[in-house]
């Protein structure tokens, strides 16, 4: 290629940089180039002459510097404007066909439009992506140009890899077309074909080298080089599935249009991606990708589905640190046989044994395993393992692999009985088994290293108690010591016992007692979180503080109760309800009780949750945990319910054998048959005379209890008088969303000193904005008072 003899060193550069991205996107993108790399290569040649003879019109985007520059002492870190969010993995597809269930029905109750989901026959349309085995990273542009790459980290913060994501062929390093926002951040994964990483691996081997164990460690072992110049070597390719943050501009209200839009600024997008509505549809788009999977260039484990629109994306919202409009549905695992050396058992925080395989080691899926997971010991018994039995195990992505059956033709003939343990491994304390005969726990409880020390660091942990300075190996010296045995011996050191400690002097001790001091008023929610309770994350203690309004009512509320609670299923109820069962839990609470700890709440129900303490709801619920009526649907409970409406008359129906609901004939018997099994009668009545203590002491049905309900809120800037988990906290209460990012759907932005771009954007969209004190006023109409 040469430039006309007219025009400007710069002029040339432009035309040369721009064909040069030109043929690279078609190149490494499109797969579909126009031109032989002899073409390429001279215009390189020549525009690197030019850059020369030039260096002041040399840029950082230019072609010429994906060859990698100096090596870096160390990454930075990177925090990203909106988290990089895991996804929820299902693993059969009776899960996908639950959760789009579950996303109809959330639809329906939070459309304004509610006529738009009360049809069954309506299905919900999702964007289905190709979940590949990669590295996670966000590139951020300006102007079209990139400025950033991070990889994702832990979700809110990540590590700074401009320098190595510029060699990537496949990112482009300005955007092509055009219509893009000022400021955007896309999203996507790091990967290397198969093709690439066998020809790369022979290379190796060729050269004596220890081969990669498998593409994705090789993608995330690149990105994270310091040297740029040896990640440039690596043969990375970039996929994109999604956008982050956007500023100064508009991008497409649907999934699937704005993955066509990235590919047309110049990214590359799987051809697979396809749209598909209901469950029929996405299941057999994941058959049909199954089926192709080996033959496709990359390693995926699984599909992505992702609700389509992007309205209905943000009324889902999030659960936890999961989006709740997507989830990713994985495909069966790899397997592979090998020997059983020995079984040890490990001592969970909560005292559970778990016996733990240890391994010939060998390859599964490309990654070496040496351990798995072998459950329980009526796991054990059922599958007839025995210490060096021949086993299969599999691994499924990052899940920890299992042990699935033995090769019995291949017993040797002195292969060992496996028994469980009639002492703790740990604390020498006698086991028990669990009623239900299949958990076995140490007796030891707190006391027992393996329990104790994990159980006081997460109380502890920053989105618990929040106890500065009580960092884990203060946790492991103060129990080492003997100074405190169970998290409410916290709440009893003084400083001269914590003084003569490793690293601690007077101004440390004194230090650590004022933040224990100022830890004992807490919201109910971090208390509930700060316990440990199985399953129980931070979302989960937020919806149990919020239903119950105190922790006395959570302690002794009946297990029907916990499954009324926003997204709390059956086993984590269970898990709830078996906490505070468990005689050593509640001695610690009261022990945290006594010692001064107030958890804050506002001590009546909510309303809400009352209002869903419903017979029809009791009595699907106890059909959920095991309440044998066979026959009897769903809808015939709801009938029952909503006739009778207390339980009082239903069981006087009942026991009369008179019924007038209009149910099938015969319906009243089986109910009575159901209320015979386990003393469900009991268990009914329980959870109706609670819900009716509960409703005596809720607000009135018209209370304006969550004023804030369904309104989104930003925080920006830096707010003098409270943190900005305690402003969140106090919207929360409200009703309130709190999001990260000013849309036109933002109710009101609460602006503190030194706000930056989201004030601004607030101000171009018109969107209310307040300051700190406006907004501490505000609170206080609304009965939430700070302290002086």
Known sequence: MTAKKDTSPAEEIKTLRDQLNQWAHEYYVLDDPSVPDSEYDRAFQQLQALEEAHPDLVTANSPTKRVGGKPLEKFDEV???????????????DQFSAFDSRIAKQLNRKSNNLSLFDSESVEIEYCCELKFDG????????????VRAATRGDGEVGEDVTANAMTIRSIPLELLGKGWPRTLEVRGEVCVTKHEFEKLNKKRADADERPFANPRNLAAGSMRQLDSKLAAQRPLVFFCYGIGHIEGGRVSDRQRTRLSHLQDWGFRVAKEVKTAKGTAGCLAYFHDIGEKRDRLPYEIDGVVFKVNSIEFQDMLGFRAREPAWAVALKYPPSEEITVLNEVDWQVGRTGALTPVAK????????????????????????????VGDSVVIYRAGDVIPKVVRTVPERRPKDAGEINLPTECPVCGSEILRADDGVVARCTGGLICGAQQREAIKHFASRRAMDIDGLGDKLVDALVDQELIETVADLYRLKAEDVAGLERMGEKSAANLIEALEASKKTPLSRFLFALGILQIGEETAKALAEAFGELDSIRNAPLLLFLQVPDVGGEVAKAIAAFFAEEHNEKVIDGLLNAGVEPQSNGTPSRRFVDTLTLANFLSSAKTLGMPLSGVGTKTLETLGRHYRHLDALLKAVDKGEDDSGVKAGTLEKLAEGLKADDWRKTLKDAQAYADKLAKKAPAGGADERPLEGETWVLTGTLARLTRDQAQQHLEALGAKVSGSVSGKTARVVAGESAGSKLDKARSLDVDVIDEEEFIGFLAEHGIKLED
Do not use: F
């Not at 925090?79 to 597809?93: G, I, W």
């Open 79 to 93: 925090k990203h404007q909106v988290p990089m969010l895991s996804l929820q993995t299902l693993t059969d597809e």
């Open 135 to 146: 590295l996670a990273i966000s590139l951020l542009y300006e102007n079209g140009q990139l």
């Open 359 to 386: 391994l010939e080691p060998v390859q599964v899926g490309g990654v070496t395993v040496s351990n798995a997971t072998l459950h329980n010991i009526d796991e054990i018994r059922r599958l007839d393992i025995r």
